[in-house]
């Protein structure tokens, strides 16, 4: 059985990643120059989602477990509210390209950092999903630098 604290980290991770996947698909619609890279990143933050959630329903069956006594369910919150913010500020068209590529970059690489997926132990089955979840957010960040070496279209620095 999780501990309260175990189902609230769970509860905001979940969070995060359909934040995630919010702010991207904005960002799609408001700099369709990069849209193929933000419609990837909703469609994986949300298969994020569902794999939290898959993890959710493992603990309680024994599939999995979670230690989560290293993670800050605080510093998961900041996160959720910074995006939060970046997704109002963005739909207010205050946001230019290279900023929302900037600000995809940095979180990306925060929840690198902070390796959340790392405190879970699962059956073997299970083993490829979490190398997945582990691998994928190395991939964004990957991607979105690629996207701001080719740099933002002229056009959308002057918004």
């Known amino acids: 059985m999780l501990e309260e604290k175990q189902v609230k980290i769970l509860m905001r991770m979940h969070e995060l990643e359909q934040s995630l996947a919010e702010m991207y698909a904005l960002f799609a619609e408001k700099f ?3 849209r193929e ?9 949300q298969e994020h989602a569902e794999a939290v959630q898959k993890f ?3 603990t309680y069956e024994r ?4 230690s989560g006594e290293a993670i800050r369910i605080g510093a998961i919150e900041a996160i959720i ?3 939060k913010k970046n997704c109002e500020i963005a739909g207010r068209d205050l946001l230019t390209e290279s900023q929302a590529l900037g600000i995809s970059r940095d979180i990306e690489k925060s929840l690198i950092a902070k390796d959340i997926f ?3 132990k699962v059956r073997l089955d299970f083993a490829n999903l979490l190398r997945y979840l582990r691998e994928s957010s190395e991939d964004h960040a990957r991607l979105v630098e690629e996207a701001m070496k080719r740099g933002a ?3 959308e620095h002057s918004r």
Request: hydrophobic share 40%; net charge positive; aromatic share 18%.
């Open 56 to 58: 959710y329903r493992l």
């Open 32 to 34: 369709p120059g990069h």
């Open 63 to 66: 599939g999995a477990s979670f």
């Open 37 to 45: 890279l933000w419609q990837r990143l909703v469609a994986e933050e």
């Open 153 to 155: 279209k002229p056009a």
């Open 81 to 83: 509210e910074y995006v």
């Open 118 to 120: 790392k405190h879970f």
